[in-house]
């Protein structure tokens, strides 16, 4: 079995249904044009597909037929026979996952296969992990009297702050085979950082957690010309946008970072009139959960001790997004080891090597860190950055101009498919 040359015969396919999920990107929980292609793509595979309730998400589940599968739980070492009518509780079962949502962005690329719909853009890459995952499931599928136990595929909308992964975690998609998934795998391809090609990983604390920060002062209007006869919300909230930033070097240690970033300030509505109110909203990333837990006390009292200190009120809602995206160790080094055996390195060959580890977190954040909080598993980067651009200048995910290369698709459903089969059979022979 040649997963590589098996994935690379699937490239017009891939392809093809990469193009038309760019072409009509959804964004949020409601994908429908998107589930509609996923769930054509999967419709005579033979797995046990389900929709979500609460979200447009597809789960299907593949029975293998192949291996040994211990009895009872996949922790409890013993052993037995595995066959197609072996109870799903004794097989052990391993989550492949790809979100499949876009982002409100307009599109500035150019392609041929641009987006259709104003407004919306997959800037991120999902509609390739979809196609990915999809390729994947098809491979599988022709091979499923290799698998040693069950996979399950989960599609997810919502990555890009809907918070899918919970909606589908609280709807089940970690039990869906029947018992608690055993690992889980996610990919996620990037248009700028690596070379083309190369495969990233990262154990333990992979991508920061992400919180929200939204702040209304509460002021008393007035002239322009007499400030003293008003209470300004405008100058407080400037002070309060600047203070964020020193208590960040002044509070918090300098070597477990966090940012935060002021994307949203607004107030009044002519130059000369001091306004009522005035509102900012923030997002907060940080690397550690005491940093976390700590950022969800300081950040209110300092903001209440400036309002006060100026007479005027202030409302502060501090929202916890998402989690910490930490990678199981164990399960990463299996990762990397399956990246080893599929693509192979070349160092001093002049080619570029198909594998490196970050040596820092990510400061972006993930839902699948939902999935990987109950299932030890690994978030696995992939540049798709064009061949022969250079990373360093290339537009970032979520830009208008992000531009993602086909030809990673075979690699990704090749590691995709490698995971599942070798990870699986470890289990069933450990």
Do not use: W
């Amino acid at each position: 079995m040649d997963l590589i040359a098996d994935a690379r015969s699937l490239e017009g396919t891939l392809t093809h249904l990469r193009h038309a999920l760019h072409e009509e990107p959804e964004i949020g929980l409601e994908l429908p044009r998107t589930q509609e292609k996923v769930l054509a793509a999967l419709d005579g595979l033979g797995l046990e597909v389900s929709t979500g309730t609460d979200t447009t998400s597809v789960t299907a589940v593949l029975r293998g037929t192949g291996g040994t599968a211990r009895r009872g739980d996949a922790h409890d070492g013993g052993d037995a026979p595995s066959s197609s009518a072996a109870p799903a509780a004794a097989r052990p079962t391993v989550l492949l996952r790809a979100d499949m949502d876009a982002l409100p962005v307009q599109e500035r690329t150019g392609a041929e296969f641009t987006s259709r719909i104003d407004g919306a853009m997959h800037a991120c890459g999902h509609d390739l992990h979809t196609s990915m995952l999809l390729g994947a499931a098809t491979l599988l599928a022709d091979n499923r009297h290799r698998l040693a136990g069950d996979v399950v595929f989960m599609f997810q909308p919502g990555e890009e702050g809907f918070d899918g992964a919970s909606v589908m975690v609280r709807e089940g998609v970690l039990d869906a085979s029947g018992r608690r998934a055993d690992a889980a795998f996610g990919m996620h391809v990037f248009s700028s950082m690596a070379p083309h090609g190369q495969f990233v990983t990262r154990p333990g604390v992979m991508m920061s957690a992400s919180d929200g920060l939204f702040v209304r002062v509460l002021g008393a209007g007035g002239h322009g010309s007499a400030p003293h006869m008003a209470k300004d919300p405008v100058t407080v909230a400037a002070e309060m946008v600047l203070a964020l930033q020193t208590m960040l070097t002044r509070q918090f240690d300098m070597f477990d970072p966090a940012v935060i970033t002021v994307g949203r300030l607004a107030a009044g509505s002519k130059r000369n009139v001091i306004p009522e109110t005035a509102e900012f909203d923030a997002t907060i990333r940080t690397f550690s959960d005491a940093h976390r837990g700590r950022m969800q006390t300081a950040i209110p009292r300092l903001l209440q001790g400036i309002a006060q200190a100026h007479g005027l009120d202030v409302e502060v809602r501090y929202e916890a997004e998402y989690p910490l995206t930490v990678t199981d160790v164990a399960q990463t080094e299996f990762a990397e080891r399956a990246i080893a055996e599929l693509f192979g390195e070349a160092p001093g060959s002049g080619a570029a090597v198909r594998h490196a580890r970050l040596a820092n977190p990510l400061s972006g954040s993930e839902d699948f860190s939902r999935v990987l909080a109950e299932v030890p598993g690994s978030f696995i980067g992939l540049s798709a950055v064009p061949a022969g651009v250079d990373p360093a200048t290339a537009a970032f995910n979520h830009s208008p101009f992000a531009t993602f290369d086909d030809s990673v698709l075979a690699d990704g459903t090749a590691l995709y498919a490698h995971l599942a089969l070798s990870k699986l059979a470890a289990l069933a022979g450990a």
